[in-house]
Protein backbone atom coordinates (compact mmCIF):
# COMPACT_ATOMS: atom_id res chain seq x y z
CA UNK A 1 0.00 0.00 0.00
CA UNK A 2 2.94 2.72 0.98
CA UNK A 3 6.38 1.37 1.02
CA UNK A 4 8.71 4.27 2.10
CA UNK A 5 12.72 4.00 1.99
CA UNK A 6 15.27 6.70 3.06
CA UNK A 7 12.79 9.01 2.05
CA UNK A 8 14.06 12.63 1.92
CA UNK A 9 12.09 15.95 1.55
CA UNK A 10 13.56 19.36 1.31
CA UNK A 11 11.96 22.63 1.15
CA UNK A 12 13.53 25.60 -0.95
CA UNK A 13 15.59 27.37 1.35
CA UNK A 14 16.77 24.06 1.95
CA UNK A 15 14.39 23.22 5.20
CA UNK A 16 15.12 19.62 5.51
CA UNK A 17 11.41 18.55 6.47
CA UNK A 18 12.04 14.69 5.83
CA UNK A 19 15.77 12.72 6.43
CA UNK A 20 15.97 8.85 6.04
CA UNK A 21 12.26 7.81 6.55
CA UNK A 22 11.91 4.08 5.92
CA UNK A 23 8.04 3.11 6.40
CA UNK A 24 5.55 0.15 4.97
CA UNK A 25 2.19 0.63 5.69
CA UNK A 26 -0.22 -2.69 4.66
CA UNK A 27 -3.47 -2.30 3.53
CA UNK A 28 -6.25 -2.19 5.94
CA UNK A 29 -3.97 -0.18 8.49
CA UNK A 30 -4.58 2.45 10.24
CA UNK A 31 -1.48 4.57 11.24
CA UNK A 32 -1.20 7.57 13.57
CA UNK A 33 1.28 9.88 12.21
CA UNK A 34 2.65 12.15 15.61
CA UNK A 35 5.05 14.06 16.92
CA UNK A 36 5.54 18.18 17.45
CA UNK A 37 5.01 20.74 15.31
CA UNK A 38 7.79 20.96 12.13
CA UNK A 39 8.17 17.25 12.85
CA UNK A 40 7.13 16.84 9.30
CA UNK A 41 3.87 14.79 9.14
CA UNK A 42 1.92 17.31 6.73
CA UNK A 43 5.15 16.75 4.51
CA UNK A 44 4.94 13.13 4.76
CA UNK A 45 1.21 13.25 3.57
CA UNK A 46 1.60 15.99 1.22
CA UNK A 47 4.70 13.54 -0.57
CA UNK A 48 2.09 10.59 -0.22
CA UNK A 49 -0.86 12.42 -2.30
CA UNK A 50 1.60 12.94 -4.84
CA UNK A 51 1.00 17.13 -3.90
CA UNK A 52 5.46 17.29 -3.37
CA UNK A 53 8.09 15.02 -5.29
CA UNK A 54 10.71 13.86 -3.03
CA UNK A 55 14.11 15.27 -2.87
CA UNK A 56 15.71 11.84 -2.30
CA UNK A 57 15.10 7.81 -1.63
CA UNK A 58 11.87 5.80 -3.07
CA UNK A 59 8.26 6.21 -2.65
CA UNK A 60 5.44 3.90 -3.73
CA UNK A 61 1.93 4.13 -3.03
CA UNK A 62 -0.99 2.05 -3.68
CA UNK A 63 1.65 0.15 -6.35
CA UNK A 64 3.15 3.38 -8.36
CA UNK A 65 6.54 4.36 -7.55
CA UNK A 66 5.88 8.22 -6.68
CA UNK A 67 9.16 9.58 -7.81
CA UNK A 68 9.10 8.36 -11.41
CA UNK A 69 5.30 8.41 -12.15
CA UNK A 70 4.05 10.33 -15.17
CA UNK A 71 1.54 13.09 -14.42
CA UNK A 72 -0.98 10.91 -14.97
CA UNK A 73 -0.32 8.10 -13.14
CA UNK A 74 0.28 10.23 -10.25
CA UNK A 75 -3.58 11.53 -10.79
CA UNK A 76 -4.66 7.97 -11.27
CA UNK A 77 -3.40 7.72 -7.49
CA UNK A 78 -4.61 10.88 -6.23
CA UNK A 79 -7.81 9.65 -7.82
CA UNK A 80 -7.88 6.33 -4.81
CA UNK A 81 -7.10 9.20 -2.23
CA UNK A 82 -9.42 10.38 -0.34
CA UNK A 83 -7.72 13.69 1.97
CA UNK A 84 -8.96 15.73 4.57
CA UNK A 85 -7.50 18.54 5.36
CA UNK A 86 -6.54 20.63 8.21
CA UNK A 87 -8.30 23.62 7.09
CA UNK A 88 -11.31 21.62 5.30
CA UNK A 89 -10.77 23.46 1.61
CA UNK A 90 -14.39 23.35 1.39
CA UNK A 91 -16.00 25.85 -1.46
CA UNK A 92 -17.52 28.62 0.22
CA UNK A 93 -20.68 29.64 -1.25
CA UNK A 94 -21.76 26.14 -2.08
CA UNK A 95 -23.93 24.20 -0.17
CA UNK A 96 -22.63 20.97 2.09
CA UNK A 97 -24.48 18.78 -0.92
CA UNK A 98 -22.40 20.36 -3.25
CA UNK A 99 -19.02 20.34 -1.83
CA UNK A 100 -19.77 16.71 -1.23
CA UNK A 101 -20.83 15.42 -4.73
CA UNK A 102 -18.18 17.08 -6.58
CA UNK A 103 -16.09 14.02 -5.35
CA UNK A 104 -18.15 12.25 -6.83
CA UNK A 105 -18.85 14.60 -10.49
CA UNK A 106 -15.03 14.59 -10.97
CA UNK A 107 -15.03 10.83 -10.83
CA UNK A 108 -17.70 10.89 -13.50
CA UNK A 109 -20.53 9.49 -11.89
CA UNK A 110 -24.16 11.33 -12.32
CA UNK A 111 -27.37 11.01 -12.28
CA UNK A 112 -29.32 9.10 -9.54
CA UNK A 113 -26.40 7.36 -8.12
CA UNK A 114 -24.51 10.26 -7.52
CA UNK A 115 -27.38 11.98 -5.63
CA UNK A 116 -27.35 8.96 -3.47
CA UNK A 117 -24.12 8.38 -2.53
CA UNK A 118 -24.09 12.19 -1.53
CA UNK A 119 -27.08 11.83 0.83
CA UNK A 120 -25.56 8.67 2.16
CA UNK A 121 -22.34 10.59 3.09
CA UNK A 122 -23.92 13.43 4.18
CA UNK A 123 -26.23 11.38 6.35
CA UNK A 124 -22.87 8.89 7.63
CA UNK A 125 -21.43 12.04 9.42
CA UNK A 126 -24.90 13.09 10.59
CA UNK A 127 -25.76 15.83 8.52
CA UNK A 128 -28.29 14.81 6.54
CA UNK A 129 -30.49 17.41 7.74
CA UNK A 130 -28.22 20.58 6.71
CA UNK A 131 -27.30 19.20 3.52
CA UNK A 132 -28.49 22.30 1.56
CA UNK A 133 -26.70 24.37 3.27
CA UNK A 134 -23.97 26.77 2.46
CA UNK A 135 -20.90 25.35 4.04
CA UNK A 136 -19.14 28.50 5.33
CA UNK A 137 -22.97 28.92 7.28
CA UNK A 138 -21.91 25.97 9.13
CA UNK A 139 -20.06 25.59 12.17
CA UNK A 140 -16.29 24.16 13.05
CA UNK A 141 -17.44 21.02 13.39
CA UNK A 142 -19.83 20.99 10.48
CA UNK A 143 -17.94 21.66 8.15
CA UNK A 144 -15.05 19.71 8.97
CA UNK A 145 -17.67 16.62 8.88
CA UNK A 146 -18.47 17.38 5.45
CA UNK A 147 -14.63 17.79 4.48
CA UNK A 148 -14.71 13.97 5.79
CA UNK A 149 -17.53 12.81 4.14
CA UNK A 150 -16.07 14.56 0.99
CA UNK A 151 -13.32 12.15 1.31
CA UNK A 152 -15.00 9.64 2.36
CA UNK A 153 -17.88 9.64 -0.64
CA UNK A 154 -15.23 7.80 -3.09
CA UNK A 155 -14.61 5.06 -1.30
CA UNK A 156 -10.93 5.53 -1.31
CA UNK A 157 -8.41 2.80 -0.95
CA UNK A 158 -6.69 5.22 1.31
CA UNK A 159 -7.44 7.42 3.41
CA UNK A 160 -5.15 10.46 4.50
CA UNK A 161 -6.04 13.11 7.22
CA UNK A 162 -4.24 16.34 8.59
CA UNK A 163 -5.38 17.06 11.97
CA UNK A 164 -8.36 15.97 11.10
CA UNK A 165 -9.97 16.91 14.94
CA UNK A 166 -8.12 20.12 15.64
CA UNK A 167 -9.85 22.64 16.99
CA UNK A 168 -13.38 20.59 17.55
CA UNK A 169 -14.83 19.91 20.41
CA UNK A 170 -14.38 16.45 22.25
CA UNK A 171 -17.46 15.20 21.62
CA UNK A 172 -16.97 16.64 17.31
CA UNK A 173 -13.31 15.25 17.69
CA UNK A 174 -14.49 11.46 18.83
CA UNK A 175 -17.24 11.58 16.22
CA UNK A 176 -14.84 12.61 13.43
CA UNK A 177 -12.37 9.81 14.81
CA UNK A 178 -15.16 7.10 14.34
CA UNK A 179 -15.95 7.70 10.46
CA UNK A 180 -11.95 7.46 9.73
CA UNK A 181 -11.69 3.96 12.02
CA UNK A 182 -15.27 3.21 9.97
CA UNK A 183 -13.37 3.90 6.56
CA UNK A 184 -10.91 1.89 7.68
CA UNK A 185 -13.70 -1.23 8.54
CA UNK A 186 -14.86 -0.76 5.01
CA UNK A 187 -11.83 -1.65 3.66
CA UNK A 188 -9.68 1.64 3.71
CA UNK A 189 -5.99 2.28 4.60
CA UNK A 190 -6.17 5.14 6.77
CA UNK A 191 -3.19 7.92 7.66
CA UNK A 192 -3.71 10.30 10.13
CA UNK A 193 -1.67 13.17 11.27
CA UNK A 194 -2.75 14.48 14.79
CA UNK A 195 -1.58 15.91 17.95
CA UNK A 196 -4.60 14.94 19.41
CA UNK A 197 -3.68 11.92 21.98
CA UNK A 198 -7.62 11.54 22.92
CA UNK A 199 -7.89 10.40 19.24
CA UNK A 200 -5.52 7.92 19.16
CA UNK A 201 -6.83 6.10 22.41
CA UNK A 202 -10.36 5.95 21.16
CA UNK A 203 -9.03 4.49 17.52
CA UNK A 204 -6.18 2.21 18.68
CA UNK A 205 -4.13 1.16 15.80
CA UNK A 206 -0.39 1.89 14.92
CA UNK A 207 1.46 5.04 15.97
CA UNK A 208 4.32 6.19 14.32
CA UNK A 209 6.08 9.09 15.89
CA UNK A 210 8.38 11.61 13.85
CA UNK A 211 10.95 13.70 14.83
CA UNK A 212 12.88 16.00 12.90
CA UNK A 213 12.24 14.98 9.89
CA UNK A 214 12.94 10.94 11.12
CA UNK A 215 10.87 8.14 12.51
CA UNK A 216 11.63 7.69 16.32
CA UNK A 217 9.46 5.09 16.85
CA UNK A 218 6.94 2.79 15.74
CA UNK A 219 4.39 0.79 17.87
CA UNK A 220 3.70 -1.74 14.59
CA UNK A 221 0.38 -3.16 13.49
CA UNK A 222 -1.16 -4.53 16.16
CA UNK A 223 -1.57 -8.14 16.15
CA UNK A 224 -5.40 -8.80 14.59
CA UNK A 225 -6.14 -10.87 18.10
CA UNK A 226 -8.74 -13.73 15.91
CA UNK A 227 -5.94 -14.28 13.63
CA UNK A 228 -3.24 -14.41 15.69
CA UNK A 229 -5.15 -16.78 18.29
CA UNK A 230 -6.88 -19.06 15.91
CA UNK A 231 -4.27 -22.35 15.60
CA UNK A 232 -2.97 -21.80 12.40
CA UNK A 233 -4.30 -18.38 12.15
CA UNK A 234 -2.22 -17.46 9.72
CA UNK A 235 -0.42 -13.61 10.09
CA UNK A 236 0.70 -12.34 13.00
CA UNK A 237 1.22 -9.15 12.29
CA UNK A 238 -0.12 -7.61 8.96
CA UNK A 239 2.79 -5.30 8.51
CA UNK A 240 4.96 -5.73 5.82
CA UNK A 241 8.00 -7.10 6.17
CA UNK A 242 11.61 -5.08 5.84
CA UNK A 243 13.71 -5.91 2.51
CA UNK A 244 17.18 -5.50 3.08
CA UNK A 245 16.59 -3.41 0.39
CA UNK A 246 18.15 0.15 1.76
N1 LIG B 1 6.46 25.57 2.37
C1 LIG B 1 7.52 25.42 3.17
N2 LIG B 1 8.68 26.08 2.94
C2 LIG B 1 9.75 25.91 3.71
N3 LIG B 1 9.77 25.11 4.81
C3 LIG B 1 8.64 24.42 5.10
C4 LIG B 1 7.46 24.54 4.30
N4 LIG B 1 6.50 23.75 4.84
C5 LIG B 1 7.05 23.17 5.92
N5 LIG B 1 8.33 23.57 6.08
C6 LIG B 1 9.26 23.13 7.13
O1 LIG B 1 9.42 21.73 7.05
C7 LIG B 1 9.45 21.13 8.34
C8 LIG B 1 8.35 20.10 8.48
O2 LIG B 1 7.11 20.76 8.40
P1 LIG B 1 5.71 19.98 8.41
O3 LIG B 1 4.65 20.97 8.08
O4 LIG B 1 5.80 18.77 7.57
O5 LIG B 1 5.62 19.54 9.96
P2 LIG B 1 4.36 18.99 10.79
O6 LIG B 1 4.88 17.89 11.62
O7 LIG B 1 3.24 18.70 9.88
O8 LIG B 1 3.99 20.25 11.69
P3 LIG B 1 2.55 20.69 12.27
O9 LIG B 1 2.22 19.70 13.33
O10 LIG B 1 2.84 22.05 12.82
O11 LIG B 1 1.58 20.71 11.12
C9 LIG B 1 9.36 22.29 9.33
O12 LIG B 1 10.67 22.64 9.70
C10 LIG B 1 8.72 23.39 8.52
O13 LIG B 1 9.11 24.65 9.00
Redesign the pocket.
Known amino acids: MIRARALRAV ?3 G ?1 V ?1 LDGVDLDVAPGELVFLT ?10 LRLLLGAAVPAAGSLTVLGVDMTRAAPEDVQRVRRRIGMVF ?1 EFRLFRGRSAYDNVAIALRVAGVGGAELRRRTLEALAAVGLADLAGRRVETLSWGQQQRVAVARALVRRPALVLA ?2 PTGNLDAETAGAVVDLLAAARQAGATVLV ?1 T ?1 DRGAIERAGGRIVQ ?1 EG ?1 RIVADTGAPAPAAAALEPGGGTASRREGPDGAR
Open positions: YPGVAGRSGAGKTTLQDEAHLG
